[in-house]
């Protein structure tokens, strides 16, 4: 235990990491965990509110992602991976926490209308599936997170907890939990390579952290940006320029390609491929470093790790509890 500032970031298991959850919030968890206590949230839990019938998935995208964020460079020694079904307290702190939030304010949580609508679930979702936003906000309140790095679609969740941890505050007059503040990352939302809709795997449209060389340029050959000729003027900031300001390493060389781009005669494909060079540039000792990391050693690491989790979620529960006049031994 310190003093120190905390995090708690995460990501429900529905597979790989990709560079979506690169630049909206796995670089900030690396930058921030030398100075922060930090937290990261495997919601293997959460993945069940619509892959209920997959649980044999569900197991191996969570040592997957564990795999993506030690190859990026999280190192285990100073962040705590919490995968989420192996800490009680985050389950009853739920339950608790949902006492406080009406249940029509968690169906204006714009995140989760927004999943309704993306995942085509109309009215057949499970119960458990709004309940899951109740559960976010015991996933951060169960660290006494002081900082969310999260994506900025990830936004309402933050704030539904800042409202769940002033009011809790409010009605058992206890300060059990700081109020978050969340932490977006560098760009807010990174298109897929449909051009379109957020990168995700459920698109079919992502580039993953562990894709090969010759994935990352067929991937971004496919790049959608409408443009009909390499004669025509070009619009500076569409999707291509999205990523080429997020991943080529040079702002000049940027804003040199922009202006061609923009004058017309330059055609999309050769800038394609040097960004695709750079993100190969950027991913490839990520490759190298996932392979040192076998599914004996992640499940080990989960286990040291749990140990850590459950002390502090469990002294967060204990508090509670107190607070709500509900510890009777």
Same mark, same amino acid.
């Given at each position: 235990?310190?003093t120190?500032?905390?995090?708690?970031?995460?990501?429900?298991?529905?597979?790989?990491?990709?560079?979506g959850?690169?630049?909206?919030?796995l670089e900030?968890?690396?930058?921030?965990?030398?100075?922060?206590?930090?937290?990261?949230?495997?919601?293997?839990?959460?993945?069940?509110?619509?892959?209920?019938?997959?649980?044999?998935?569900?197991?191996?995208?969570?040592i997957?992602?564990?795999?993506?964020?030690?190859?990026a460079?999280?190192?285990?020694?100073?962040?705590?991976f919490?995968?989420?079904?192996?800490?009680?307290?985050?389950?009853?702190?739920?339950?608790?926490?949902?006492?406080?939030i009406?249940?029509?304010?968690?169906?204006?949580?714009?995140?989760?209308?927004?999943?309704?609508?993306?995942?085509?679930?109309?009215?057949?979702?499970?119960?458990?599936?709004?309940?899951?936003?109740?559960?976010?906000?015991?996933?951060?309140?169960?660290?006494?997170?002081?900082?969310?790095?999260?994506?900025?679609?990830?936004?309402?969740?933050?704030?539904?907890?800042?409202?769940?941890?002033?009011?809790?505050?409010?009605?058992?007059?206890?300060?059990?939990?700081?109020?978050?503040?969340?932490?977006?990352g560098?760009?807010?939302?990174?298109?897929?390579?449909?051009?379109?809709?957020?990168?995700?795997?459920?698109?079919?449209?992502?580039?993953?952290?562990?894709?090969?060389?010759?994935?990352?340029?067929?991937?971004?050959?496919?790049?959608?940006?409408?443009?009909?000729?390499?004669?025509?003027?070009?619009?500076?900031d569409?999707?291509?320029?999205?990523?080429?300001?997020?991943? =080529?390493?040079?702002? *000049? /060389?940027?804003?040199?390609?922009? &202006? @061609?781009?923009?004058?017309?005669?330059?055609? +999309? !494909?050769?800038?394609?491929?040097?960004?695709?060079?750079?993100?190969?540039?950027?991913?490839?000792p990520?490759?190298?470093?996932?392979?040192?990391?076998?599914?004996?050693?992640?499940?080990?690491? =989960?286990?040291?790790? *749990? /140990?850590?989790?459950?002390a502090? &979620? @469990?002294?967060?529960?204990?508090?509670?509890? +107190? !607070?709500?006049?509900?510890?009777?031994?």
């Open positions: 235990m310190t120190r500032p905390r995090i708690l970031t995460g990501d429900t298991p529905t597979g790989r990491l990709h560079l959850h690169y630049v909206g919030s900030n968890r690396i930058r921030l965990q030398r100075d922060h206590d930090c937290y990261i949230l495997i919601a293997n839990v959460h993945a069940f509110t619509t892959r209920a019938q997959q649980p044999e998935d569900v197991r191996r995208d969570t997957e992602i564990v795999r993506d964020q030690l190859a460079g999280v190192d285990p020694s100073l962040a705590t919490v995968v989420q079904s192996e800490i009680p307290a985050i389950a009853e702190l739920t339950f608790l926490l949902a006492m406080l009406p249940f029509s304010r968690v169906m204006r949580n714009p995140t989760l209308k927004a999943e309704i609508t993306s995942k085509q679930l109309g009215d057949h979702y499970s119960f458990g599936f709004p309940l899951y936003a109740v559960g976010q906000c015991a996933d951060i309140l169960a660290f006494r997170a002081d900082l969310v790095p999260v994506g900025e679609d990830q936004a309402a969740h933050v704030e539904m907890t800042r409202e769940v941890a002033r009011r809790f505050a409010q009605v058992y007059g206890a300060e059990v939990f700081p109020v978050p503040e969340p932490l977006f560098r760009v807010a939302r990174l298109p897929g390579i449909d051009g379109v809709e957020k990168m995700s795997k459920s698109r079919g449209n992502a580039i993953y952290l562990s894709d090969s060389t010759d994935e990352i340029r067929r991937k971004m050959a496919r790049l959608y940006t409408g443009r009909q000729s390499a004669d025509e003027p070009g619009d500076p569409n999707v291509l320029f999205q990523y080429a300001r997020a991943f =080529l390493p040079d702002p *000049a /060389r940027v804003e040199e390609l922009a &202006a @061609g781009y923009a004058r017309g005669g330059m055609g +999309d !494909a050769p800038i394609k491929r040097e960004v695709a060079d750079a993100i190969d540039a950027l991913v490839a990520m490759r190298e470093r996932r392979a040192r990391f076998t599914d004996d050693a992640v499940l080990d690491l =989960l286990r040291e790790h *749990a /140990r850590r989790a459950n502090v &979620a @469990g002294e967060t529960l204990a508090r509670v509890k +107190d !607070a709500m006049h509900l510890t009777f031994a």
